[in-house]
Each structure stands twice: as C-alpha cells, then as structure tokens.
T-cell receptor
C-alpha cells in the first residue's frame, strides 16, 4: 500500500521567511495530493491540493509542487505569519474516493 | 458554508464498553470516511463508505469496528469492546462527487478509554 514520508518533523522560522515542507510517496498510482493544516485541538483543514496532471499550483502565499518521476511533492509558504503556526500534513490518494494516506506531520512555528 | 459535524465532542468510557461515534456529513456528499489520530501522531485511515457499503478499510478496522448509515443524514462508527489503545481523536470526513477529491473533516470526537 501507499506510504507517505514527510520532512522535517519540526520547522521554526522567523516571520516573513519562507517555509518548505517535503513529502515523498511510494505508490505510483497515487494522483491526488492534498495538504492539510491542523491547529491545536481542531480538525484538519484543506489548504491546497494538487493532482498529478499538474506540476505546480499556487494560492496567494501558498504553493505546492509535484515531481511525479521522483514521487515527491512540496509545500511552500512565503512571507510566513504567526498565524501560519500549526501542524501541516501532506497526504496522497488515488482515484475513486479512496483513503487519504497521511504523512506524520510538520509542526511549523513562526516567531515574530 | 456547510460543515461536517460530529457528536459527542468528548467521550470517556471504560475498557470493554461499546461506544458509538456519530457524524453528520455534508448533505449532498456521497463518500464517507472515518480516520483516527492518536495524540501527537498522524491521521490514520480506518474505513470508507459509499453506496451503503464499505468500499475500503485499513488493517486497523478489525472486527471490533463497524460503520452504519442508519438514515439519510447520520454516519456512525461503533467500537464493540473498547481497548485502551482505542483512545484517540476520531475524525469523520465526507466527499462529494466521484471526480472531486476533496475530503472535508469534522471537528472530531476525542475518545478516552480507561
């Protein structure tokens, strides 16, 4: 089955810096890669996603890149703000409503 | 904006007891999921449900677990005989059409087994 590895486990940046979180996946059939943000004690919230027919997607300060050949995808947050502090999870799935397989999460701390 | 809701928000139970966790998915969604998250760990898939039957389940989802959609709005997870290691946050999620992959998560039920 699918296995998703995520690095780093913790990331501390200064406000205004960029943050990059990387994930690799094992199943070449996976074609959907969402990123979720989870604040303490709250539900995971989708922040951006990418499908395998696209190499990059951007939404304001957040971007995701996908390298299908290498089976890795990354989350980029620019101009970080303290409210970006949270745990970020990457995930992968293949089509037809199948399970999301999550990485172990990255705790991002943005200090002002 | 419609949201997935879950009840209760917290549940404490004794080992060996049965618990039922309840979820109300987004109203026009067709695919339903249960995930769990042990404190400080990643979110783990348990089961997916579509067209009134289980479509996929993980190795975590053993005979102690069952799911049901008893009416047109609720989706439940039952744990027949709880174990200490079942203590976790349980999230329900739902998804709309087959071509749209986004899963929306509920707020979770924190289950503590003593």
């Amino acid at each position: 089955g699918e296995n998703v590895e995520q690095h780093p486990s913790t990331l501390s940046v200064q406000e205004g810096d960029s943050a990059v979180i990387k994930c690799t996946y094992s199943d070449s059939a996976s074609n959907y890669f969402p990123w979720y943000k989870q604040e303490l004690g709250k539900r995971p919230q989708l922040i951006i996603d990418i499908r395998s027919n696209v190499g990059e997607k951007k939404d304001q300060r957040i971007a995701v890149t996908l390298n299908k050949t290498a089976k890795h995808f990354s989350l980029h947050i620019t101009e970080t703000q303290p409210e970006d502090s949270a745990v970020y999870f990457c995930a992968a799935s293949n089509q037809a409503g199948t399970a999301l397989i999550f990485g172990k999460g990255t705790t991002l701390s943005v200090s002002s | 904006e419609p949201e997935v809701t879950q009840t209760p928000s917290h549940q404490v139970t004794q080992m060996g007891q049965e618990v039922i966790l309840r979820c109300v998915p987004i109203s026009n969604h067709l695919y339903f999921y249960w995930y769990r998250q042990i404190l400080g760990q990643k979110v783990e898939f348990l089961v997916s449900f579509y067209n009134n039957e289980i479509s996929e389940k993980s190795e975590i989802f053993d005979d102690q677990f069952s799911v049901e959609r008893p009416d047109g709005s609720n989706f439940t997870l039952k744990i027949r005989s709880t174990k200490l290691e079942d203590s976790a946050m349980y999230f329900c999620a739902s998804k709309g059409l087959a071509g749209v992959e986004t899963q929306y998560f509920g707020p979770g039920t924190r289950l503590l087994v003593l």
